[in-house]
């Protein structure tokens, strides 16, 4: 059974950082796709991050790139999303997700498999 476990969430000051992390289990990360998704109050969940181990590839969006890094720890099953340079507007419920199409990242509609999200608010 595919599980996926957000945690990291918090309340930070804006130009401050956190790191979220997604444990995964029942399955390995180059049998999946994963991607970071957030949705702020009265906005669509957008995807904004992602990763395709099999073939090296990893996507973000604008609003997040350069500010935050994907990375895995294999060895721990483990996604990281570090976010840097917090800004008010990057406050949202975050996800992790997992597709099974383990080529392209980016098609974020793919998206099987979801954890419970984790609350990110940045204050001005």
């Known amino acids: 059974e595919v599980q996926l476990v957000e945690s990291g969430g918090g309340l930070v000051q804006a130009g401050g950082s956190l790191r979220l992390s997604c444990a995964a289990s029942?399955?390995?990360?180059?049998?999946?796709?994963i991607g970071w998704f957030r949705q702020a109050p009265g906005k669509e969940r957008e995807g904004i991050s992602c990763?395709?181990?099999?073939?090296?590839?990893?996507y973000y969006v604008d609003s997040v790139k350069g500010r935050f890094t994907i990375s895995s720890d294999d060895a721990k099953n483990t996604v990281y999303l570090q976010m840097n340079s917090l800004k008010p507007e990057d406050t949202a419920v975050y996800y992790c997700?997992?597709?099974?199409?383990?080529?392209?990242?980016?098609?974020?509609?793919?998206?099987?498999?979801w954890g419970q999200g984790t609350q990110v608010t940045v204050s001005s």
């Open positions: 997700a997992a597709s099974s199409d383990m080529y392209i990242c980016s098609t974020f509609g793919s998206y099987d498999y």
């Open positions: 990763m395709s181990k099999r073939v090296g590839n990893i």
């Open positions: 029942g399955f390995t990360f180059d049998e999946y796709s």
